[in-house]
């Protein structure tokens, strides 16, 4: 039987970039420019409470990654490295394998690679545990306490697919296989807006990465900011594959559905009218945005 350190050489060691010391060492080692602070935020992923026990393995690699990414799109902070912790309830090398596969795949989309982890038998269930880092200039974080009181809130992308695929594979919904092949890509395979979380620094006043629903993350952004709120139901972005769905069930997903993984910021409709100086390539991701 292989043992854990046959298990971290064969799956999880890549080659670290120059400057970085990865996998093998009792502790890993990465620089962070003068100037710069680090970002940091780890994430716990149970089976049977964030992912089905039957999903793909790529994907769940995938997403682990992710929600941890997003995070770091959310403060606008530029990926360094993580680290990840796995406890096994069995050995199962195929399924090792598509993991590792799913999680490399978007470290390496991102220039976050792994530089550290752990990895233990379980008892039970499979068990997730993900720290990412990254750097962002001293005093340019994205932050929930900067948002005014004229902002105008905005959502990186649709809502409300993640919360039906959920739901339909957990029987809460009648089988709907139609909608569930449009809505699961949503819940699976998340796609982190670390792009748009750098193009928003000195753009955006506060940001919030969706992972409880819009509702109750914009909420975090209004308590920290001591500031209000009015959302229009008619501009709300919702996704496609909710057409048809009863009006109370699309609400919900809209609203309250997590695992959205986009970014919900505020700030001026026109950041020129604040005198904010930011380039052609900003100006193109905020007019791909939707204001609500």
């Not at 009648?174 to 998340?190: F, I």
């Not at 919900?252 to 970014?263: E, F, K, P, S």
């Amino acid at each position: 039987m292989a043992s854990e350190f046959d298990l971290i050489a064969r799956y999880f060691t890549r080659s670290a970039p120059a400057g970085l010391l990865g996998v093998g060492d009792d502790c890993a080692l990465f620089p962070v420019p003068p100037g710069e602070q680090v970002a940091t935020s780890t994430d716990l992923l149970l089976e049977g409470r964030h992912f089905f026990p039957d999903v793909d393995p790529k994907a769940l690699g995938h997403k682990a990654l992710a929600v941890n990414l997003s995070d770091l799109a959310a403060m606008g902070a530029r990926p360094i490295g993580c680290v990840l912790g796995l406890a096994l309830p069995r050995l199962d090398e195929p399924w090792l394998a598509a993991f590792a596969d799913g999680f490399h795949a978007l470290a390496a989309a991102h220039g976050c690679p792994l530089i550290g982890g752990d990895t233990t038998r379980s008892a039970h269930d499979l068990a997730i545990s993900v720290t990412v880092f990254g750097a962002v200039p001293a005093g340019a974080a994205l932050r929930r306490d900067g948002a005014r009181a004229d902002d105008d809130i905005w959502v990186s992308g649709e809502l409300g697919a993640a919360d039906v695929a959920y739901r339909l594979l957990d029987g809460q919904y009648p089988a709907d296989a139609a909608r569930l092949a449009a809505t699961r890509g949503a819940l699976e395979w998340p796609e982190p807006q670390v792009a748009l979380g750098l193009a928003l620094r000195g753009i955006a006043h506060a940001a919030i990465d969706i992972s409880d629903g819009l509702l109750q993350d914009l909420g975090h952004i209004l308590t920290a900011s001591r500031v209000g709120a009015v959302l229009r139901e008619d501009r709300m972005p919702v996704a496609a594959a909710l057409v048809g769905m009863p009006a109370d069930q699309a609400r919900r997903a809209v609203l309250g559905g997590g695992d959205v993984y986009q970014l919900c910021f505020t700030g001026k409709s026109n950041p020129q009218k604040n005198n904010v100086a930011y380039t052609s390539k900003k100006r193109a991701e905020i007019n791909t945005m939707v204001a609500l």
